[in-house]
């Protein structure tokens, strides 16, 4: 039982990176998930949000207009779209998938020892 994120890379300011969240052993169906980064020497934050029947999403200030959270419940993947990218982006981008919480409060909580399963993470770097 596992979630394994992928796509994460290099990519100069303004460009574009699609991050995948697969899961394994287990259905996303039930599972409100969320994308969370930390930036070095800041805390884990709570970046994008969507519900188990894709109704509902939410994203941050910081990401409102760039970013796009969606799921595929056919492949078990949840993705997102990242564009317009600034160097402020670059962080360790985590997916997390949780059955109790509403979208909203699954973002506002970041800690790893909350959420019943984490993804070991991927690098972004936004520079040029």
């Known amino acids: 039982v596992q979630i394994v994120e992928s796509g994460g890379g290099l990519v100069q300011p303004g460009g574009s990176l699609r991050l995948s969240c697969a899961a394994s052993?287990?259905?996303?169906?039930?599972?409100?998930i969320g994308w969370f980064r930390q930036a070095p020497g800041k805390e884990r934050e709570g970046i994008s949000c969507?519900?188990?029947?894709?109704?509902?999403?939410y994203y941050v200030d910081s990401v409102k207009g760039r970013f796009t959270i969606s799921r595929d419940n056919a492949k078990n993947t949840v993705y997102l779209q990242m564009n317009s990218l600034k160097p402020e982006d670059t962080a360790v981008y985590y997916c997390?998938?949780?059955?109790?919480?509403?979208?909203?409060?699954?973002?506002?909580?970041?800690?790893?020892?909350?959420?019943?399963?984490w993804g070991q993470g991927t690098q972004v770097t936004v520079s040029s």
């Open positions: 969507i519900s188990r029947s894709s109704d509902s999403t």
């Open positions: 052993g287990f259905t996303l169906d039930y599972y409100t």
């Open positions: 997390a998938a949780d059955r109790l919480f509403t979208i909203q409060a699954m973002c506002l909580v970041a800690s790893p020892t909350h959420h019943e399963y």
